[in-house]
């Protein structure tokens, strides 16, 4: 209740949400999974993790509706981007995924998303804004491409660039 500040409901979702968007009808969470690391930090032990998740919630009732479990306990999903006619977005690895809740079908909307630190579309323009952070040791490549995946163009912004803010009257 944000007008007492008090928790009125929780919903149990996967382990390590990250992102969370509305589509006029539903909440949606873009979950990570458990990731467990070897005593020796050398990787993700994947008999002790989770694989990540795309889950559906009607805010009305509070009820989880739907749960698109992801194929990989060491990828991790992130940036999810609500895009219009049921549509999401989220980069998952070093791709760009594309989720059609109308069909129920995830596509890979961009094969080659290599290094995303940040991804969000311009509601106005219809265009998807995609940060690479280049490793952290030169400028972030923006690149820009239509809701179809099709690159428009890029530029250089500033290091580690990993947000998107557009502002529409």
């Not at 949400?17 to 994947?46: A, M, Q, R």
């Not at 009607?58 to 549509?87: F, H, M, R, W």
Request: contains cysteine.
């Amino acid at each position: 209740n944000t007008t007492t500040d008090e928790l009125e409901k929780s919903i149990e979702v996967n382990q390590r949400p990250n992102s969370l968007v509305y589509d006029g009808e539903y909440l949606w969470v873009l979950c990570g999974g458990k990731k467990v690391y070897f005593t020796d930090w050398t990787g993700i032990n994947e008999a002790l993790s989770t694989a990540g998740s795309l889950e559906k919630i009607n805010p009305a009732t509070g009820e989880l509706v739907k749960i698109i479990p992801l194929d990989s306990k060491i990828i991790t999903p992130n940036y999810l981007n609500y895009v219009g006619n049921k549509k999401l977005i989220y980069a998952y690895g070093e791709k760009i995924m594309a989720y059609d809740s109308n069909t129920d079908k995830t596509i890979t909307l961009i094969e080659e998303a290599k290094n995303t630190y940040g991804l969000n579309t311009d509601p106005s323009s219809q265009r998807l804004y995609r940060a690479d952070h280049n490793g952290f040791q030169k400028n972030s490549t923006v690149y820009c491409y239509t809701l179809d995946g099709q690159l428009v163009y890029s530029f250089s912004s500033g290091i580690g660039t990993n947000e998107f803010i557009f502002y529409n009257q």
